[in-house]
């Protein structure tokens, strides 16, 4: 499965306004990780749309997480981004061709479905089981340093 680079962007931008003691404006955020402001401003206005993040207007606006991190996790922003629907979608590749099985051959799904919609259902299930704080709690514990103290005080207005 591949998933787009918003995925990774939305991620980290997630994580980072665990930070942000005020909302952060979207071309902040991309001056941070050194992206492209227009497309960031798309993956936090998908964000905006799944309720994870809000999106304050006036002179102090940008963008906040709606709830604690800790109740955000990782699948959430993956949904958010690329969408909920299946990745692996049945065609019943079995009912076609010179050979193809009559329709009540097919009443169950076959075994190369039952192994994707498996596979894709232990994906999701990881990425349910971490949040936004886990991440972010794996940030602080990294090599002693107060990554995301830093990160905090790039962010706030004074710089």
């Known amino acids: 499965m591949r998933l787009s680079g918003g995925v990774e962007w939305a991620v980290h931008c997630c994580?980072?306004?665990?930070?942000a003691r005020r909302p952060v404006p979207a071309a902040r955020l991309a001056e941070l990780h050194d992206v492209s402001a227009s497309y960031l401003a798309k993956q936090l206005q998908a964000l905006a749309r799944a309720g994870l993040v809000r999106s304050v207007q006036g002179q102090s606006g940008g963008y906040a997480l709606t709830r604690d991190a800790r109740a955000?996790?990782?699948l959430d922003v993956v949904e958010a981004i690329e969408g909920t629907g299946?990745?692996?979608a049945c065609t019943e590749i079995r009912r076609r061709g010179p050979l193809a099985a009559p329709p009540e051959a097919c009443t169950v799904p076959c075994g190369?479905?039952?192994a994707m919609w498996a596979a894709e259902d232990a994906w999701r299930a990881s990425?349910?089981?971490?949040t936004i704080a886990d991440l972010a709690e794996g940030l602080r514990g990294r090599s002693g340093t107060d990554v995301l103290g830093t990160v905090g005080r790039w962010l706030?207005?004074?710089g």
């Open 15 to 19: 994580v980072v306004l665990t930070a």
């Open 72 to 74: 955000v996790t990782v």
């Open 86 to 88: 299946r990745a692996f």
């Open 112 to 114: 190369v479905a039952r």
């Open 127 to 130: 990425l349910r089981s971490v």
């Open 156 to 158: 706030s207005p004074e």
